[in-house]
């Protein structure tokens, strides 16, 4: 009981769970969902760039038109819209700053908001259901890329090589999301009605991360080797990220 007394209070996440399935705006459909998983997981078993890049390519696809949809839909009235729910993905040690750093990009690049809480081991983050779905699926298989990336070569790599290495893989990663985002959003015929929907949602994300965490700090890391930035960056370049990325900070 005493150790019990000491633990840490981790904060309820009082928000109703998303609901929906094919063709309304909660969660992913699974055989979609199922669909995404089989074209990351090649993606991530290939050896051949070209085709990690168009595997991950048409899993991003699904995964973009599935989120824009239910937007889209949302705003027009033709199915009441979910509002933002919130989901806990671990972040293991070690550099757990960078990789809660990865998971921020993602999560930002896919109109999510991510907390972390440092002294339990994980990140909130909060957006509506196909975002949430889309942030774990492309962070882990963005982790497991990173991964394979840092152990090519040399395997004696230093400590600040290696967290180096990974907070320049996040924040390279963090551009060519928020370019790709950009670039789906101007795409799509209906961007009278997408701007505005996409708006609505991310404030009431922002509304709903304020709700559930009304005091938080922000956290800065520092890169302390060169060659392990300029190595994280090459593989962040890269790396198949596209599971999914029309999405917004």
């Not at 960078?98 to 998971?103: F, G, I, Q, V």
Request: hydrophobic fraction near 40%; aromatic fraction near 4%.
């Amino acid at each position: 009981m005493c150790l019990y007394g000491r633990l840490p209070r981790i904060p309820a996440l009082d928000v109703p769970p998303a609901s929906g399935g094919v063709g309304g705006t909660g969660a992913v459909a699974p055989k979609m969902l199922a669909r995404v998983r089989a074209l990351l997981a090649k993606a991530e078993s290939t050896g051949f760039p070209e085709e990690a890049e168009a595997l991950s390519a048409k899993a991003q696809h699904l995964m973009a038109r599935h989120s824009i949809d239910a937007a889209l839909l949302a705003a027009r009235g033709g199915v009441p819209g979910d509002g933002p729910g919130a989901r806990r993905i671990g972040v293991d040690r070690p550099y757990e700053g960078a990789k809660a750093l990865l998971l921020d990009a993602v999560a930002a690049a896919n109109r999510c908001q991510a907390v972390w809480s440092a002294e339990h081991g994980f990140c909130t983050v909060v957006g509506h259901a196909p975002d949430l779905d889309a942030v774990e699926l492309l962070y882990t298989s963005l982790l497991v890329q990173a991964d394979r990336a840092l152990h090519t070569g040399r395997t004696n790599r230093s400590r600040d090589f290696r967290e180096s290495f990974l907070i320049a893989y996040a924040s390279r990663i963090r551009e060519r999301l928020t370019a790709a985002t950009a670039a789906e959003e101007s795409a799509d015929p209906a961007p009278d009605l997408l701007l505005p929907a996409l708006a609505s949602r991310a404030l009431a994300v922002e509304d709903t991360t304020r709700r559930l965490f009304p005091a938080t700090t922000t956290s800065r890391l520092r890169a302390r080797d060169a060659e392990g930035w300029q190595h994280g960056e090459s593989a962040a370049d890269r790396a198949t990220l596209h599971e999914r990325t029309n999405r917004r900070r």
